[in-house]
């Protein structure tokens, strides 16, 4: 090619691209992008993340008028309602904690109602002392939350008849009111993040760029962090020792003083991670736009999304085989434990490195020039 | 033959070129590190990180602490003092030095354009920027109208070397027949008013992008180096950075080659931004007579011989630095063996997680590493799919656990990289205890062959 002809095709190229760069009205006829990423935020806010706050908010006011009612009136009755009521509220709770985003961030919503293992001995010197602030100190996320109740409700003796006689001592008066403390500043955490995303739907939906700010890049990145940390790491890795050197921690597991639902516990949060990964609604089967019809638009075609639907799938199928307890578990057979753990690292390799590569989604926190 | 090159080495040509050079490349350099540091990245990037990447041999190179600030304000005053031309040897050396020192000391921040900066910083040390047009020049009270022609043409070929070996790096499968990795990144960048759901979706589009960056680089030096071509080339060269910068986070990037092109032009080009230069001093009420008189005599400038040559030998050194990768056997993209320095510029897609287990090789116990422990989100991700990285990160943990009181301290990786769209696939060897190996320049034998075949450079 001489360089007449190069020059010419070069005249060409710049022509084009500065006539796509100022024009738009002509070009957008017949050239439409089939894909509207804000579909995806807004099925995400409507159909899960709205609608599992519907569900949780109340079942969290009714957990606190239970104990309430509990405070007024201990018998046993009236403890097993509180103890079902947390059960049934921290099975919600799995599809929320991935959620991490703006007021829930701003109030450390996640910190404050799932921060395990809990710290008795803080628990105690703030019934003790009668002085504590669960809202500013940082140092009392261990001591409240699902974690704390865990220990009030199930830790503080062996049976259920003997925590009742415990509770009707007079002179444990202020372990019945720190329960009450625990489950108001809950129900007031969550009332203010519920309000909140109500509150800013709107803009939120909107927010669809591809930026580090964007609602959609920190609803992938939160998704990520959540499936590595909250599930891989803290419900399996720690417990089950692989970052302590085959030294397992029973005692952080999930529920721990309860630990006959640490099964159902993280397959709650499977069903979560898998339902926001396609769109699901909550509590229902229909699908809408997700990062999988997304990432099925970037490439082309399924097999990413559909690799990791199966990593999900096999990840729960290895969950389904393991003893409903988990500190059972990790006595009786802690390898099981491991094999799960290294099941989800498959997820997060897949997450991480190919998903993150066909969205070009950045990682919210990293800044510096490429070239 | 002989003749004709001595010939060569005698003419002279214009000094003003190479002022105006000086002066873009000073003034672009101080703004990059103001930059730098006013986003908060010397804190972040040099003395948050407990541990940095070195470069092999240069393990004595390092951040020191809040000293590390020092080196980028000397490296910013003489990059200043360059701009003006005020003891110019003095001050490009400085800031080559200097310069080169900051990107020595955690390779992580790798970018070829700051490799680039360090080797123009270099040649100018023996070419003569200074000649006209310079305080210097002012403060001797003798200025040169020209300089040999070979000192302005080393940094043309410099620039032509970076252009055609971005080029020639383009020539591959991925990237020609595939549009990759170009259609990821485009695609993604849907956000983009008008073009972004429009444009910047079309299949066309990404092949159009892949094979026009292909031929632009290649045929640019050419259309410079050419009077006819030279101002549709030029026009071509603002469109495709000015395009690029709207497209990628490349910092400064754009500016620093858009500007350093000019020194392709003839010298009224550059007697006309000198002018210019003045008329924006006298509108700010500046005494320019002193300056007027720096470029107005006419003297010849001699340059040593030694310089010709060191810059002869470094010019082939930069031409065969690039080919290196043909010496290394297995796929360049993903074993990464002479990836860097070589002008490969946003060629690859590459993202990787690698999980760190420290083993006691006598028992068998392990546990996994939280890489948060140890590394910033930034380094990291760079970590995460570079062999060599990987490499010296274990021996930094497994020396770290050694210390720690651990015995028969193993470090295995278990490490999966995604390149350019292709689905992950594991990438170091899950047996290798990285203790027992040591980086060189050998092949590294112990990254897991690519599954696929990327045909090209």
């Known amino acids: 090619m001489n360089i007449k002809k190069t020059s010419y095709i070069y005249l060409l190229i710049a022509f084009l691209i500065a006539l796509s760069c100022s024009d738009s009205s002509d070009s957008n006829e017949n050239v439409v992008d089939n894909f509207d990423r804000q579909t995806i935020l807004e099925n995400v806010t409507d159909n899960i993340i709205l609608p599992a706050f519907d569900d949780f908010n109340p079942k969290i006011a009714q957990l606190k008028e239970s104990i309430t009612q509990f405070s007024i009136s201990t018998t046993l009755a009236n403890l097993e309602t509180v103890q079902e009521l947390w059960v049934d509220a921290y099975k919600s709770w799995q599809h929320l904690e991935m959620f991490n985003i703006a007021k829930a961030e701003e109030l450390y919503f996640l910190q404050k109602m799932n921060t395990y293992p809990t710290s008795v001995s803080r628990i105690e010197n703030n019934i003790n002392t009668n002085n504590y602030n669960l809202d500013s100190n940082n140092n009392n996320w261990s001591a409240q939350g699902f974690p704390a109740l865990d220990y009030l409700l199930f830790g503080l003796a062996d049976t259920n008849s003997e925590t009742l006689i415990f509770y009707q001592n007079d002179e444990n008066l202020a372990y019945l009111n720190y329960l009450q403390a625990v489950a108001s500043q809950m129900l007031q955490v969550t009332d203010m993040v519920h309000q909140d995303w109500i509150l800013i739907r709107d803009v939120f939906v909107t927010s669809s760029e591809n930026s580090a700010t964007s609602s959609l890049n920190m609803l992938t990145n939160d998704f990520i962090y959540y499936f590595e940390k909250g599930l891989r790491t803290n419900k399996f890795g720690i417990p089950a020792g692989v970052f302590s050197g085959n030294n397992t921690r029973a005692a952080n597991v999930e529920a721990y003083y309860n630990s006959t639902i640490s099964k159902t516990l993280a397959l709650e949060a499977i069903e979560a991670v898998e339902g926001f990964f396609k769109g699901q609604t909550y509590n229902s089967t229909s699908t809408g736009e997700s990062l999988k019809s997304y990432l099925d638009y970037m490439t082309d075609n399924t097999t990413l999304s559909s690799t990791v639907l199966m990593k999900f799938s096999d990840s729960k199928l290895l969950i389904n085989t393991l003893d409903d307890n988990f500190v059972n578990q990790i006595v009786l057979n802690n390898e099981l434990m491991i094999d799960v753990f290294n099941k989800l690292q498959e997820g997060v390799v897949l997450l991480k490195t190919d998903m993150l590569s066909v969205l070009s989604i950045s990682v919210d926190y990293i800044d510096a020039d490429g070239d | ?457």
């Open chain 2, 1 to 457: 033959m002989i003749n004709s090159i001595a010939n060569y080495f005698n003419k002279q040509s214009s000094a003003a070129p190479l002022a105006v050079f000086r002066m873009f490349f000073g003034f672009l350099m101080f703004i990059s590190l103001v930059r730098f540091w006013s986003k908060g990245w010397i804190e972040s990037l040099y003395i948050e990180p407990s541990f940095h990447f070195s470069y092999y041999g240069f393990e004595w190179v390092k951040p020191v602490g809040l000293y590390t600030y020092a080196f980028f304000i000397i490296c910013g005053i003489s990059a200043f003092f360059v701009a003006i031309g005020y003891k110019y040897r003095l001050s490009i050396l400085i800031f080559f030095l200097s310069f080169t020192y900051i990107e020595l000391m955690d390779k992580t921040t790798y970018l070829n354009h700051y490799y680039f900066v360090s080797l123009v910083s270099f040649i100018m040390l023996f070419i003569p920027c200074n000649a006209m047009f310079s305080i210097d020049a002012i403060s001797i009270r003798k200025s040169y109208k020209t300089v040999p022609k070979w000192t302005i043409d080393s940094l043309k070929l410099m620039l032509g070397i970076v252009y055609f070996y971005a080029g020639i790096t383009k020539i591959n499968s991925d990237w020609l027949l595939n549009a990759m990795p170009l259609k990821l990144w485009l695609k993604s960048k849907y956000d983009l008013p008008f073009i972004g759901h429009t444009l910047m979706q079309q299949e066309w589009f990404h092949f159009f992008m892949s094979w026009g960056g292909m031929f632009y680089d290649i045929s640019i030096p050419f259309l410079l180096l050419f009077r006819k071509t030279r101002s549709i080339a030029f026009v071509l060269v603002v469109a495709f950075h000015i395009t690029t910068r709207v497209l990628f986070p490349i910092g400064m990037f754009p500016y620093i080659m858009i500007l350093s092109t000019i020194i392709f032009f003839d010298s009224n080009v550059h007697y006309k931004i000198i002018h210019f230069t003045i008329k924006i001093l006298e509108f700010f009420k500046m005494k320019t007579d002193n300056l007027k008189l720096s470029f107005s005599q006419v003297n010849h400038y001699k340059v040593w011989n030694t310089s010709l040559l060191i810059i002869v030998v470094f010019m082939t050194i930069q031409i065969i630095i690039p080919l290196r990768s043909l010496l290394y056997p297995g796929e360049l993209f993903w074993n990464e063996q002479g990836y860097r320095f070589s002008w490969r510029v946003m060629l690859m897609e590459k993202k990787g997680n690698s999980v760190f287990k420290i083993v006691n090789s006598k028992t068998n116990s392990f546990f996994y590493v939280n890489n948060d422990d140890f590394l910033t989100p930034v380094q990291q991700k760079q970590m995460s799919f570079q062999p060599d990285m990987i490499l010296e990160y274990g021996h930094y943990l497994g020396n770290h656990f050694k210390s720690q009181g651990h015995q028969n301290v193993a470090v295995f990786v278990e490490s999966y990289v995604s390149l350019n769209g292709r689905l992950s696939q594991q990438f170091i060897d899950p047996s290798a205890n990285l203790m027992e190996l040591k980086d060189s320049f050998k092949h590294k034998f112990w990254i897991k062959p690519l599954n696929d075949e990327i045909k090209g450079f």
